[in-house]
T-cell receptor, first 108, second 114 residues
Framework: AQRVTQPEKLLSVFKGAPVELKCNYS??????LFWYVQYSRQRLQLLLR??SRESIKGFTADLNKGETSFHLKKPFAQEEDSAMYYC??????????FGDGTTLTVKP | DAGVIQSPRHEVTEMGQEVTLRCKPI?????LFWYRQTMMRGLELLIY????????DSGMPEDRFSAKMPNASFSTLKIQPSEPRDSAVYFC????????????FGEGSRLTVL
């Protein structure tokens, strides 16, 4: 069975500091991986997906199949980045499984 | 498009009562998902449908929970009878592809069972 693990429930950094939100997965097939973000009082929305290999709002994530990881990184955190972040995996059958989420707080 | 629409946004009910949550996916989307969000367990997948057919309901907690999708534009999640431990935010999401692609979420239904 597939599984997504986000080891940190809470993460706090100062503005301008680098931030890394960890995500590890277990799945025997070829995964499709995503990061979703939920800002305060807003609905969950896509931040980025691994096949796009793009940077959104300064965030990047690289799929490391050897380490089965898809960590989210940003070199300089901003206060507006404070939100809940979810890592998610699509299986070949289309099932979308989420991690438990990490609440990021960026302090001024 | 208004996006995925869920109702009610908030529901407060007493233990033992029936609760029905509703979802209207984005027009043209082929897959629909129901999730439950709690502080302790994060975002749990309850059930998902492809082309109105339930594909995987292994996340449904117990027989008190049931979900239907009578047509491509409507789905319900029912809890009968409700219990205090069912209190959570329930999200509906849809996507274009049956097996791939991003999910588009509704605003959620916050359920409180007293």
């Amino acid at each position: 069975a597939q599984r997504v693990t986000q080891p940190e429930k809470l993460l706090s950094v100062f503005k301008g500091a680098p931030v890394e939100l960890k995500c590890n997965y277990s799945y025997s097939g070829s995964p499709e991986l995503f990061w979703y973000v939920q800002y305060s009082r807003q609905r969950l929305q896509l931040l980025l997906r691994h096949i796009s290999r793009e940077s959104i709002k300064g965030f990047t994530a690289d799929l490391n199949k050897g380490e089965t990881s898809f960590h989210l990184k940003k070199p300089f955190a901003q206060e507006e980045d404070s939100a809940m972040y979810y890592c998610a995996l699509n299986t070949n059958a289309g099932k979308s499984t989420f991690g438990d989420g990490t609440t990021l707080t960026v302090k001024p | 498009d208004a996006g995925v629409i869920q109702s009610p946004r908030h529901e407060v009910t007493e233990m033992g009562q029936e609760v029905t949550l509703r979802c209207k996916p984005i027009s043209g989307h082929n897959s629909l998902f129901w999730y439950r969000q709690t502080m302790m367990r994060g975002l749990e997948l309850l059930i998902y449908f492809n082309n109105n057919v339930p594909i995987d309901d292994s996340g449904m907690p117990e027989d008190r929970f049931s979900a239907k999708m009578p047509n491509a534009s409507f789905s319900t999640l029912k809890i009968q009878p409700s219990e205090p431990r069912d209190s959570a935010v329930y999200f509906c999401a849809s996507r274009t592809g049956r097996n791939t692609g991003e999910l588009f979420f509704g605003e959620g239904s916050r359920l409180t069972v007293l």
